[in-house]
Structure formats: C-alpha cells, structure tokens
C-alpha cells in the first residue's frame, strides 16, 4: 500500500517546487553530496591553513608597522583569502603589465611570486619618495629607477617572511628576479595548483591588493613540520626546549649600553675659556688616585680607578654605588 502523505509533507513539497529549489528525481543524499575535482586535490589540511594563515597575519603585522613608520600614515593590511588554486588560474589573474618578484625559500625546494599590484608599487615609491600619493596613479610598467625605490618594500617583505617562519622551521626567503609579465615569471607548471595568500593594503582611504604565491609541490617537508606541538607555540623552533627566562637573559646580555667614566669636573667663565690655548692646564676637583664615578646610560652605578691594560685605557672598579635610586 502507498505511504500517504500529511497535510504538512504536501504543502511543504509544493512550497519547495515553486521555490525552484527541489529538482525532480533529486534523492536527500544527492542533496547533500559536495562537488570535488580530482584533479586538484587539497594538498594542505584546514588545521594545516590554519596555521599558515596565522602566521601570514603575524606577518601582515609587522608590514603594516615598517609602512606606518615608513609612511607616516595610517596603514591597515588584512588577509582577505588563502586558496588552493591552479597555476593557471593564477595566471589569468594578474594583469599587464604587472610588478612580480619571484623568490626562493632556501632550505626546500618551494618557489613562489611576490604580487604587488601596480598601483601599490607606483604609491609606494611616490610616498618613499617624499610624495603624498594622491596622484592619479595608473597602472604602467614599472621603470628600473622605481624598481630600485621598490625593493626596500620587497626586501622588508622578505624579512618578516623570515621572521614569522621560524615557528615552523629556519627558512629564508630570497628574491630572485623581477618581472612585468606572468610568462616569464614560471614557478610551476600550468596543471600544478599552488597556494595563494591574498593581502588587502589599505592606505589612507585607498584599497591596494598584494597577492604572495607558494608552488605547493614541494610543500610536503613544509607540512611535515606543522604538528600539534607548532600550532600551540608562537615561539621560533630555534627557541624551542629552552624556557621564556633563559631567552630573555640571553637577549639582555646582548644589549649594548652606553658606558661613562667622569675624570673630574671644572667651574670656568667664558672669558677664561676663550682664552684657553694649547698647553694650558684646567684644575678639576679630583685628585691622582681619586676614585672616579662610571654611569651606565647617564646613571653614576659604579667607582673605579683609571689605568692601562695592554696599552689600553682602562677603568677597575672598585665598588658600587648604592642608593635608593640604582
């Protein structure tokens, strides 16, 4: 016997077949299926992009402080998409003449273009070069004059690259040529898909886009290394096995302070120091075997005797200031 239908299962049947969106014949597991292209499989896990997009926005970051600093402007970069796409498609995309600059991630085999749009490029260098950008900037080739302005852009680029890297692995990003036309700017084969991280730059009021291109071929070392244990850390793999404490230190040790060492001091009028000539003697308010005061950044921390050690001239302290201060 046939099933019957309920007042309710008709009407929302009908209301489904006017609405367009019901196909006849159509079962609820068609419904539900999603298309895939088996030619271009998903090389890279959404927990894996995840990551990478993390990265990319610490990235976006410091580009966006060089250029405030840079610029004296108010600068805001976003990532406005990452795809898995084909080289191709890529190459549809970018338009003619272009600014590119290819590059190489030393320490794999992964290759990948530095898209600058050329209204971005051609705002850069008038802005670098004391402009105010508010030209009506059109696109053209780009000259070897503007190249030059250009790659302290690129080459800041290329730095925080390195920088946000390190939490997967030492790598470094090189760049290797420039280019004005996608031909010439081969990276991988058309069939290849690649991954494409897309930047939004916003200038003042104005919208400029940059696009960075990775050849996913090589990727697999690359995504080897995005583990559990490199998602949960900000820290660079270097750093990795040592506490917050000990890199500190280590980074404190390495700052350079600006050392003083007072002989003496002397109260003299302008008339005697206009008449000071080779020869003359300036009495100060030490004594030969005084102790000295030595400040680190203009603050008295330390008293010392002067000397000669190695032919050098030297301070030994002898002890500390102690005050409230220090």
Known sequence: MAELLSQQEI???????????EKPGQTELEKNVLPYDFRLPNRISKNQLRTLRNIHETFSESITSFLMSKLQTIININIISVDQIYYSEYVLSVSNPACLYTYDLHGSDV????EISPELALTLVDRF??????????????????????YIFVEKVMTELNKAWQIIGDYEFVVERFESDIDFAQVTSQS??????????????????MNLCF?????DTILSKINSQSISTIRPVKYQGTSSKAILIDHIKKTDLVLKVEFG???????????????????????VGDELTVSISDKPTFMGQPGIVGGHKAIKITRRIENEEN
């Open 265 to 287: 001091k002397s109260l003299i009028s302008f008339k005697e120091l206009f008449s000071l000539n080779t020869g003359d003697v300036i009495l100060v308010d030490k004594k």
């Open 11 to 21: 009407d929302a049947l009908l209301n489904t077949v006017k609405a367009g969106t």
């Open 111 to 114: 290759k990948g273009i530095l």
């Open 192 to 209: 290849e898909s690649i991954l494409l991280f897309s930047f939004e730059i916003m200038i003042g009021e104005n919208s400029y886009l």
């Open 129 to 150: 070069l004391g402009g105010n950008g508010r030209g009506d900037v059109k696109a053209k080739l780009i000259t070897p004059i503007e190249q030059r302005v250009l």
């Open 215 to 219: 050849a996913t071929y090589a990727f």
